[in-house]
T-cell receptor, first 113, second 117 residues
Framework: AQSVTQLGSHVSVSEGALVLLRCNYSSSVPPYLFWYVQYPNQGLQLLLKYTTGATLVKGINGFEAEFKKSETSFHLTKPSAHMSDAAEYFCAVSATGANNLFFGTGTRLTVIP | DAGVTQSPTHLIKTRGQQVTLRCSPKSGHDTVSWYQQALGQGPQFIFQYYEEEERQRGNFPDRFSGHQFPNYSSELNVNALLLGDSALYLC????????????????FGEGSRLTVL
């Protein structure tokens, strides 16, 4: 069985500051891991994904995440927050690629000017 | 290249009624998944269709049913609506699965927001 826990339903950072959104997963098999972003009144857009190979994954808009098997974590980071990063971020896990993703409850990121 | 399109964008129903939501997948995709996103929650997997058949199903009652057409578009039907069915219903498509070309990425539509009164 797969599940995801996102620590912190709301995160606020100043513009230009480091963004760190936390995600821990549980999976009975080697996981596929994803971060999606959702802007108000829109669907979800893939930021990045981990399937196999390199554990540091780079995505769009300057985001990256590192798969740490020993910590069962897949935290999302960005060195410098921009106002346009304000959105809801969802971590998701799957046992089989794009099939049947299990999403976390989301973290709302606020960027303070 | 059109992405995933869903209709209607908003609708209001009363308890006990039935609703049909529609989805057209991204060009080149043949697998469609449906998710329910309640307010303040993450999306929850309802089911997935591929080759006009339901392939996987989440923990949803039989009141939730679906269909996929030969052109890969899909419908989600919900019968005997309950207040708790109020949510954003998201359709997502992905490239051909089961043939070694699964990219592990879902493309989501903007959703259909259902309000049950």
């Amino acid at each position: 069985a797969q599940s995801v826990t996102q620590l912190g339903s709301h995160v606020s950072v100043s513009e230009g500051a480091l963004v760190l959104l936390r995600c821990n997963y549980s999976s009975s098999v080697p996981p596929y891991l994803f971060w999606y972003v959702q802007y108000p009144n829109q669907g979800l857009q893939l930021l990045l994904k981990y399937t196999t190979g390199a554990t540091l994954v780079k995505g769009i808009n300057g985001f990256e995440a590192e798969f740490k098997k020993s910590e069962t974590s897949f935290h999302l980071t960005k060195p410098s927050a921009h106002m346009s990063d304000a959105a809801e971020y969802f971590c998701a896990v799957s046992a089989t690629g794009a099939n049947n993703l299990f999403f976390g409850t989301g973290t709302r990121l606020t960027v303070i000017p | 290249d059109a992405g995933v399109t869903q209709s209607p964008t908003h609708l209001i129903k009363t308890r006990g009624q039935q609703v049909t939501l529609r989805c057209s997948p991204k060009s080149g995709h043949d697998t469609v998944s449906w998710y329910q996103q309640a307010l303040g929650q993450g999306p929850q997997f309802i089911f997935q269709y591929y080759e006009e058949e339901e392939r996987q199903r989440g923990n949803f009652p039989d009141r939730f049913s679906g269909h996929q057409f030969p052109n890969y578009s899909s419908e989600l039907n919900v019968n005997a609506l309950l207040l708790g069915d109020s949510a954003l219903y998201l359709c997502a498509s992905s490239p051909k699965t089961g043939r070694g070309s699964d990219t592990g990425e879902l493309f989501f539509g903007e959703g259909s927001r259902l309000t049950v009164l």
